[in-house]
């Protein structure tokens, strides 16, 4: 085979590049006899001087490949566009997702190894695990939030009918199948649940809908409402998904001192404290007095007990001989 030929160049270049990208790194860099018989098993033959020459053009158009002086020299590819801690988040991320099946999860953590050597793929692949985690089953999930994001991008309504589930654990569609219509603005992961916020035309204001628990969703011809004068994303997600959604007042709490990590993780780190006594500190919130709040408390079973308003501390009194069936 005549190696100088334009196109046997570029097939030579691009196999060393491959055999770099996925055989290689900074702990098992492959040596030019590796190469050589590689690119000879690809029907390329070529000798060890032009195989470097190849090296050095592809070092000098800014490909980060290594060289270790050596009889032979070896190689390995250098930096590459992530991490492996990097990609080890990522994939622990996918995993971990109640919002994508064990099935796409698992086909999204493989493709994110992918982007690491032979070698540092085995390593990744071995923490792949989704036992025990409680995962959807819907695997339209996917298409739903290309639909939805193909319909922000047009401005255009989407159409869905809205899934619940009967007391024997079935799924049924809200109000006997009624179709609903929402001018979507934007996509908002919660909790780890996805969400599409909009305006919905039944309730005749912004809403949120679980993807997950959307159905027959399409895009409709007709044009998206515009978004409400002083609508912002953050405002009405704080409403809706933390704290904030309700009477806004301000709190004092007590806490047990080894509780400080989640109020700094609730309130953040400018919260107001005070010790209190040797085990509790005192803590002022702005908050919403409503069940999310209340929740909240409740976690942490007496461990943040409400001093203030009074109006707090006797709405989490009820709430509690509510759950306790006490009259």
């Known amino acids: 085979m005549d190696n100088t030929k334009p196109n046997t160049m570029?097939?030579?270049?691009?196999?060393?590049?491959?055999?770099?990208?996925e055989k290689s790194d900074q702990d098992h860099p492959q040596d030019t006899h590796q190469l050589l018989r590689y690119l000879e098993s690809q029907g390329v033959n070529t000798n060890r001087k032009t195989l470097k020459s190849d090296l050095d053009l592809l070092v000098d158009c800014g490909i980060d490949i290594i060289t270790i002086p050596s009889k032979p020299n070896k190689y390995y590819w250098g930096q590459r566009e992530f991490e492996i801690p990097e990609l080890q988040l990522l994939i622990d991320?996918?995993?971990?997702?109640?919002?994508?099946?064990?099935?796409?999860?698992?086909?999204?953590?493989?493709?994110?190894?992918?982007?690491?050597?032979?070698?540092?793929?085995?390593?990744?692949?071995?923490?792949?695990?989704?036992?025990?985690?409680?995962?959807?089953?819907?695997?339209?999930?996917?298409?739903?939030?290309?639909?939805?994001?193909?319909?922000?991008?047009?401005?255009?309504?989407?159409t869905f009918k809205y899934i619940e589930y009967s007391p024997e654990k079935k799924k049924i569609l809200r109000n006997d199948g009624e179709v609903y219509e929402l001018s979507p603005?934007?996509?908002?992961?919660?909790?780890?649940?996805?969400?599409?916020?909009?305006?919905?035309?039944?309730h005749d204001n912004v809403s949120a809908f679980?993807?997950?628990?959307?159905?027959?969703?399409?895009?409709?011809?007709?044009?998206?409402e515009k978004k409400p004068?002083?609508?912002?994303?953050?405002?009405?997600?704080?409403?809706?998904?933390?704290?904030?959604?309700?009477q806004g007042v301000q709190v004092k709490l007590e806490c047990r001192n080894e509780l400080m990590k989640y109020?700094?993780?609730?309130?953040?780190?400018?919260?107001?404290?005070?010790?209190?006594?040797?085990?509790?500190?005192?803590?002022w919130a702005d908050v919403a007095l409503s069940p999310t709040f209340y929740a909240w408390v409740f976690r942490f079973s007496g461990g943040i007990r409400i001093l203030s308003p009074d109006q707090a501390v006797e709405e989490i009194g009820d709430m509690a001989r509510d759950v306790m069936g006490e009259a």
């Open 263 to 283: 109020v700094i993780d609730k309130f953040g780190e400018r919260v107001k404290t005070e010790v209190a006594t040797r085990s509790t500190f005192y803590a």
């Open 229 to 246: 004068k002083g609508f912002r994303l953050d405002d009405y997600s704080r409403q809706i998904f933390e704290m904030y959604d309700g």
């Open 210 to 224: 679980r993807v997950d628990r959307m159905d027959s969703v399409a895009i409709s011809d007709e044009a998206a």
């Open 93 to 158: 991320a996918v995993l971990s997702s109640r919002f994508i099946t064990k099935k796409k999860s698992r086909e999204l953590a493989r493709k994110i190894s992918g982007l690491a050597s032979d070698s540092q793929k085995k390593k990744l692949e071995r923490h792949m695990n989704t036992a025990g985690r409680v995962k959807p089953v819907n695997e339209n999930i996917f298409y739903i939030v290309n639909d939805v994001n193909g319909a922000i991008n047009r401005k255009r309504k989407i």
């Open 10 to 21: 570029k097939k030579r270049l691009i196999l060393v590049m491959d055999f770099l990208r």
């Open 185 to 202: 603005y934007a996509l908002y992961w919660n909790d780890d649940f996805y969400y599409v916020i909009g305006w919905s035309d039944k």
